[in-house]
């Protein structure tokens, strides 16, 4: 009897045991599936207070259009978009906080420096419409390169986007496509993401993340001279010192763009003009300046602008990001992404 007895209370205590932990494992995945849960609507709630930031940004863009017909033309107009920290630094919403902000390379060309506003697509080379000596000149200002060591890039990238077998003197571009461990075919066509570039013959992460500051698919080809950096106005033909003087008279005493101080130019003949007097363009400067006017590759507006907006949860790490690209004069967002 007492053998009996023994065995039930140990059956009932392995049963206590068994029931435990099986309640512990319940619970634990309850609480795991609560945790994801609660995050998913976290972060859905950062995508959603980063999309307004996005919408609050186009709406401010087309302010600047309705008050000033072109807005980059004009200098109240450049810092309110490019460089505000009042309307795009930590705006809040209640439990969470979105920065519209944009980050560019310093002097250097080696750190990020972080500015709220949106970026200029017009401020870049667009590697779809850029000839050979204009991407030779980029990468030259950008990596310190020599002209040789910049041509055998600058040409992979025109290669990349020219439909058909490359008809360029020696060079032999499909071949090291189809020599890769997993090869593919030059693409024929334009560059639709500036990421493609990772895809060229020739192109390493650590050049990308520096050269993507500097290029661009969304505009019609022109640069505009009022944001252009330094690197750019080389790339489309300026001398190193007549490139540096623009941007020292641009930016006027203060060293900081988009701000009151700021010169800009409503017109490319503008531009011409009072660089002549503010600077030491030369009477050949001026002929360049209307040169690059007529075969259109500078103007003094911008209809593209990147933005980018993180939202971050007050007293959390989880933050949320969204970016796109925004066509001011269709009305319409050409690119988006959610990071």
């Not at 609480?31 to 709406?59: D, F, T």
Request: contains cysteine.
């Amino acid at each position: 009897m007492r053998n009996r007895q023994g065995s039930i209370l140990i059956f009932a205590l392995w049963t206590l045991v068994v029931l435990t932990t099986f309640s512990i494992y319940l619970g634990f995945g309850v609480r795991q599936r609560m945790i994801m849960v609660q995050r998913l609507e976290s972060r859905h709630k950062l995508y959603l207070a980063a999309s307004s930031g996005i919408r609050k940004a186009i709406a401010m863009l087309h302010a600047a259009y309705e008050k000033n017909d072109q807005p980059l033309s004009v200098v109240s107009a450049k810092a309110f978009l490019m460089n505000n920290i009042r309307d795009f630094r930590s705006i809040d919403l209640g439990d969470v906080t979105v920065d519209i902000e944009r980050k560019i390379l310093d002097k250097t060309f080696d750190k990020n420096e972080k500015h709220y506003g949106m970026i200029d697509e017009a401020s870049k080379i667009n590697i779809n419409f850029a000839d050979k000596r204009s991407l030779v000149r980029l990468l030259q200002a950008v990596f310190g390169w020599d002209a040789e060591g910049s041509e055998g890039l600058a040409i992979a990238i025109i290669d990349w986007r020219t439909p058909g077998t490359t008809t360029l003197k020696g060079f032999f571009s499909q071949e090291y496509y189809k020599n890769l461990r997993y090869p593919y075919e030059p693409k024929g066509r334009d560059f639709e993401l500036v990421e493609e570039l990772l895809l060229v013959e020739g192109m390493r992460k650590d050049i990308f993340e520096r050269l993507r500051h500097f290029v661009t698919v969304y505009s019609d080809g022109r640069v505009n001279v009022n944001t252009a950096t330094f690197p750019v106005l080389y790339a489309i033909g300026f001398t190193s010192d007549v490139a540096k003087d623009i941007i020292e008279k641009r930016i006027g005493f203060d060293d900081i763009e988009g701000t009151a101080d700021d010169i800009t130019f409503r017109s490319t003949e503008d531009f011409a003009a009072a660089m002549s007097v503010l600077s030491m363009f030369a009477e050949n400067d001026a002929l360049f300046v209307h040169e690059l006017h007529g075969s259109q590759k500078i103007t003094t507006t911008s209809d593209f602008y990147s933005i980018q907006a993180k939202g971050y949860a007050v007293g959390g790490k989880q933050q949320n990001t969204v970016r796109c690209v925004y066509d001011a004069a269709a009305r319409t967002i050409v690119y988006w992404n959610e990071s």
